[in-house]
């Protein structure tokens, strides 16, 4: 059961679909955001605390956006360019009715996911060691 985002989350980015549907994939979208973003799911982060109302509100947004994007793909089509010049030509052909590689995030989601729980060990540079492990 997802306890970030919810059904009445998505609903606006996602019309037709049912209850349940929009419940699995706010629960699938909160299960793969947990490996990108673990502070929001430790057992002491409280989600109503003001203080991290911006990152709730971030979470939810990028969440939107990738449910979105994830779930209108696959509806494009191939369109095909010539470009000439003088006597060559190039036919150049993109397709945007594939999917992304298979997950729900593109590389910018991650990095912005990975933002909300910035590790608690300071980089000291490249002559540096970081001795134990980063808390969450």
Same mark, same amino acid.
């Given at each position: 059961?997802?306890?970030?985002?919810? $059904? !009445?989350?998505?609903?606006?980015?996602?019309?037709?679909? /049912?209850?349940?549907?929009?419940?699995?994939?706010?629960?699938?979208?909160?299960?793969?955001? %947990? %490996? *990108? =973003?673990?502070?929001?799911?430790?057992?002491?982060?409280?989600?109503?605390?003001?203080?991290?109302?911006? &990152?709730?509100? /971030?979470?939810? =947004?990028?969440?939107?956006?990738? $449910? =979105? *994007? !994830?779930?209108?793909?696959?509806?494009?089509?191939?369109?095909?360019?010539?470009? &000439?010049? !003088? %006597?060559? /030509?190039? !036919?150049?052909?993109?397709?945007? &009715?594939? &999917?992304?590689?298979?997950?729900?995030?593109?590389?910018?989601?991650?990095?912005?996911?990975?933002?909300?729980?910035?590790?608690?060990?300071?980089?000291?540079?490249?002559?540096? $060691?970081?001795? #134990?492990?980063? #808390?969450?």
């Amino acid at each position: 059961m997802s306890t970030i985002i919810g $059904v !009445d989350d998505l609903r606006s980015s996602l019309p037709g679909k /049912s209850e349940n549907e929009l419940q699995q994939i706010a629960d699938e979208a909160e299960a793969l955001a %947990a %490996a *990108y =973003a673990p502070c929001l799911f430790a057992a002491s982060f409280d989600p109503l605390d003001p203080v991290n109302a911006q &990152r709730v509100a /971030s979470f939810k =947004a990028i969440l939107r956006r990738a $449910v =979105a *994007y !994830d779930t209108a793909a696959g509806h494009g089509a191939v369109t095909t360019t010539s470009v &000439r010049a !003088d %006597a060559f /030509s190039k !036919d150049q052909q993109i397709d945007t &009715r594939q &999917r992304q590689s298979g997950m729900l995030f593109s590389p910018m989601q991650v990095e912005a996911l990975r933002k909300l729980c910035p590790p608690k060990v300071r980089d000291l540079g490249s002559y540096s $060691v970081p001795l #134990g492990m980063p #808390g969450l």
